[in-house]
């Protein structure tokens, strides 16, 4: 897991940055506030979906707090978004879901690119319509070492991770200080514990991390319970 750290500096070349990890978007004041709400989908120019959104309704023109949700290998946007969408409405969480570029994302497959570029659109979309005050980052498998991997070098961006069930994290650069939520459970055979998780999360407590971790009896997947300690976690106002 090579971590390199640099100085936190707004990016003036978004393209260049990508290839790094960097995101160029930030929160802001939306443009236009949307008044719709619910499931929302993404569309490219072309039509295909890039991602899936939802949106609770507003409650007392508060800020929603947003968790961009990354699906595993060979899932779909539904599949990041259902993570958390049963704790959707209840904690006012807005939540985006985006599509890998390829069947697994970009670092993964040939470094950092095309899916940090597609992400940056898609967020830059949901704050000029939402009033977003805080983002966290999460996924599942693939998902969540891209979580890990993205949200190390977002953590200016980044309030915390979700990682269930990760096999790594590469971050090329850090930045910030975001907490960390790891769950796994002990009988996964797709990303067995030990070669995972049990290696990565002393790893990032040894680099003075803040890290939440959670071992389930089961196999490569999200319990309920373990999802919903981890909404639980996430709300805590560091």
Known sequence: MPLVSEPAAPHQQP???????RLAV???EPVAVSETTGLLLLQ???????AMAYVPEP???????????LHGAGGSPRHGLDLLLP???????LLVAPKSSLGTWDMIADG???????????LEEIFDAHPVERISVGGFS??????????????????????????????QVTHGNPRVFVSHGTADRVLPIESCSRRLVPRLQALDYQVSYEEFHGGHE??????????SWMLVRG
């Open 142 to 171: 693939d998902g969540a070492s891209y979580a890990l991997s993205l949200g190390l070098s977002n953590g200016d961006l980044f309030d915390s991770i979700l990682a269930f069930s990760p096999g790594f994290a590469a971050p």
């Open 15 to 21: 393209a260049e940055n990508s290839k790094h990890g």
């Open 59 to 69: 409650v007392d023109r508060r800020p929603y707090w947003s968790v961009l949700l």
């Open 112 to 122: 950092f690119g095309p899916d940090v570029r597609r992400i940056d659109r898609v």
């Open 87 to 93: 704790a959707a409405d209840e904690h006012q969480l």
């Open 222 to 231: 999200v319990p309920e319970e373990v999802t919903q300690r981890a909404v």
């Open 44 to 50: 490219g120019p072309t039509g295909e979906l890039v």
């Open 26 to 28: 930030r929160l802001c």
